[in-house]
């Protein structure tokens, strides 16, 4: 392995403490990890390593009462350790320790699937609130807020199903809005999995909630039509078929008034709910690299 990776900040005595060390990164490196996140994660699981030491336990001993010690290891404006980088940083800021908590929930994951003796689970190390670093950031309740705004505030029945549909999927799968609005009824399996393509037209796979196949259903049974387009706007139905679906900019019209009329302050357009979703996977401990797959980015 890169000796740059397994050297830069963990002594041979914080390694100890951390079993299958050298696996966990070989897995990252072979699963097309980016050498910036490897590196962060090295870093990271440094600090997770030297916290070990401070307690005079390994791994395999951790449970949910050193879980919150760890956190609050994290937080503290006093916290020491033996990485020069964070000596330099007395107080982490959220996302630096929902980073470092990340890392870790990846390594105590990679133990359990290679049957190491683990007494926690990755989920039980939650991430911490966010401080807000820019007002223009919506937050999670605001955009539910809009996404279930159409079943009220559209006056049309059928205009109020398609456009709560709409914004469900978005939010649900993370796609773009062009891959949304160019979907076809018979991309829908049994299963809520849906097979389209994106940039370059790599295909991929997105997975719809139950929430959204259910909305989904709903609006195409007030349809009750044989256009092929999942979404189709409800004038010119004598337009040809091909033509009849709803254009990009519509919907981020019909977002900018449930937003307006909502009175939310912040911007948010079709890809913010491409970017909450994102960010929802994270917060939940999603793998970086499952991620990347689910938006059809090229790389982490």
């Known amino acids: 392995m890169d000796q740059k990776i397994t050297n830069h900040s963990l002594s041979f005595e914080h390694q100890k403490k951390l079993v299958a060390f050298d696996d966990f990164f070989i897995f990252l490196q072979t699963n097309n990890y980016s050498k910036k996140t490897i590196y962060n994660y090295e870093k990271d699981l440094g600090l997770f390593a030297y916290f070990l030491d401070l307690k005079k336990i390994t791994v395999d001993r951790l449970d949910k009462r050193f879980i919150n010690e760890f956190k609050a290891y994290l937080a503290s404006d006093d916290r020491k350790t033996s990485t020069m980088e964070y000596n330099a940083v007395k107080t982490l800021g959220s996302a630096s320790i929902n980073r470092c908590l990340s890392a870790v929930r990846a390594y105590i994951r990679f133990l ?18 966010r401080e807000r670093p820019h007002p223009n950031i919506a937050e999670m309740d605001e955009l539910v807020r809009l996404i279930e705004s159409p079943s009220t505030l559209e006056q049309n029945v059928e205009i109020s199903s398609r456009n709560r549909a709409m914004l469900e999927v ?10 949304l609005l160019s979907l076809n009824k018979r991309d829908l399996s049994d299963t809520g999995r849906i097979l389209i393509s994106g940039k370059g037209r790599k295909q991929r796979f997105v997975y719809l909630t139950e929430r959204a196949v259910a909305y989904i259903e709903q609006y195409l049974k007030l349809r009750n039509d044989t256009q092929e387009a999942m979404f189709t706007p409800t004038k010119g139905k004598n337009i040809n078929e091909k033509q009849r679906r709803i254009s990009p900019n519509y919907l981020q019209e019909r977002i ?45």
């Open 112 to 129: 359990i699937d290679n049957d190491y003796k683990v007494l926690v689970m990755p989920d039980q190390f939650k991430m911490v609130k």
């Open 170 to 179: 978005l939010f649900s799968t993370g796609m773009r809005i062009s891959e």
């Open 256 to 300: 900018k008034f449930y937003r307006e009329t909502l009175r939310i302050n912040v911007p948010i357009s079709a890809h913010t709910l491409r970017h909450g979703f994102a960010t929802y996977l994270v917060e939940e401990g999603a793998s970086p690299a499952a991620i990347q797959i689910l938006l059809g980015h090229e790389s982490l």
